[in-house]
C-alpha cells in the first residue's frame, strides 16, 4: 500500500464498496471518507441513478461544505456527473433516446424469458428500472432487503447467464453485472471506463494518480472497465474492507 498512500484521487464504486447493497452508509465510513477528503480528492461511481446517491450516500455524509470541493460523483455507471459549487450541480447527461430504451426492456424482457427467470409474487420495487441513462434490472426489486438479495446470487451465475442471452440480442450496448442482484445496460461506451476519461478531462487527475477500489472487478463486472484502463485497482470484499483499505490510506 506504500504507492497507494500517494494517490491524488481515490475513487470508490458505491453499492458493497462503501455501503451494503442500497442501505445507507454507515457513520464510522462517513467519518472514514471526511478524514480522507482533508488530504486527497475522492470520487464515486455506482450503477445507482442521483436520487440513490442522495438516499444512500449525501445524506450519510457528515462533511463540512468546504471539503465538498473535492468530490467527485458518478451516478449511473458514469452516464452523468455531479460536482459541488454550492450545492450540488450536474456537468453532464448521456440520455438514452426513446428507441434505445425500448430495445433494452425488449431485450431483457425476452433474455429473462429465455433464462427461465420468474419474478417473485411481490418484488421490493422495479425490477426494470429506467434511469434515463441507464436502464437496470433488479431480480428481486430495488428496494429488496439485503438478506433475500445475498442469498438470490452470490456467485453472479443467474446473472451470467441472463448477461449471455443479453448479448446476443443488443451487443450495440454495454451490458455489466454490479451490486447483489443488478444487471446494468448503457450506451456502447459508456461505463466506468468511461469515467477515468471523464475524470481525467472534467478533473485534471492523471490515471497514474488514482486508485480505484471496489467489489465487482471480476470480468463482466460493473468496475471491471476501470480495470481494463491501467488504473490501479483494489477488489474489496463489502463496506468492512474497504474500511480497512481507507485507514491504510490516511
Known amino acids: 500500500m506504500m504507492g497507494d498512500s500517494m494517490k491524488e484521487l481515490i475513487i470508490f464504486d458505491l453499492d458493497g464498496t462503501l455501503a451494503e447493497s442500497k442501505m445507507p452508509m454507515d457513520s464510522e465510513m462517513s467519518g472514514l471518507l471526511r478524514d480522507l ?10 450503477g445507482g441513478a442521483y436520487p440513490q446517491f442522495e438516499s444512500q450516500f449525501l445524506k450519510s455524509l457528515d462533511c463540512p461544505a468546504e471539503l465538498l470541493k473535492d468530490l467527485y460523483l458518478f451516478p ?7 460536482r459541488y459549487a454550492d450545492g450540488w450541480g450536474n456537468v453532464y ?8 430504451r425500448e430495445r433494452i426492456k425488449s431485450a431483457f424482457s425476452e433474455a429473462l424469458s429465455e433464462t427461465g427467470f420468474i419474478p417473485i409474487s411481490k418484488p421490493f420495487g422495479e425490477i426494470i428500472e429506467d434511469r434515463g441513462t441507464q436502464i437496470t434490472f433488479s431480480a428481486l426489486g430495488q428496494k429488496a432487503p439485503i438478506e ?16 449471455e442471452a443479453l448479448d446476443r440480442r443488443i ?9 447483489a442482484t443488478s444487471i446494468d445496460i448503457t450506451r456502447k461506451g459508456i461505463d466506468k471506463a468511461y469515467a477515468i476519461i471523464q475524470i481525467e478531462k472534467q478533473i485534471g487527475v492523471s490515471k497514474a494518480d488514482m486508485l480505484f477500489i471496489g467489489d465487482a472487478l471480476f ?12 488504473v490501479e485497482c483494489i477488489s474489496v470484499s463489502g463496506p ?11
Not at 468492512?240 to 490516511?250: D, F, G, M, N
Open 93 to 100: 447527461k448521456e440520455e438514452l433516446s426513446p428507441g434505445e
Open 148 to 163: 433475500l438479495k445475498r442469498e438470490w446470487d452470490p456467485d453472479f451465475s443467474r446473472r451470467r447467464r441472463i448477461k
Open 219 to 230: 470480468e463482466g463486472g460493473n468496475d471491471y472497465p476501470v480495470k481494463t484502463t491501467g
Open 171 to 179: 451487443p450495440e450496448f454495454e451490458i455489466r453485472m454490479g451490486g
Open 76 to 82: 449511473t455507471c458514469a452516464t452523468s456527473f455531479y
Open 240 to 250: 468492512a474492507q474497504t474500511k480497512e483499505v481507507i485507514r491504510s490510506l490516511l
Open 37 to 46: 477528503l482533508q488530504t486527497r480528492k475522492v470520487a464515486v461511481i455506482s
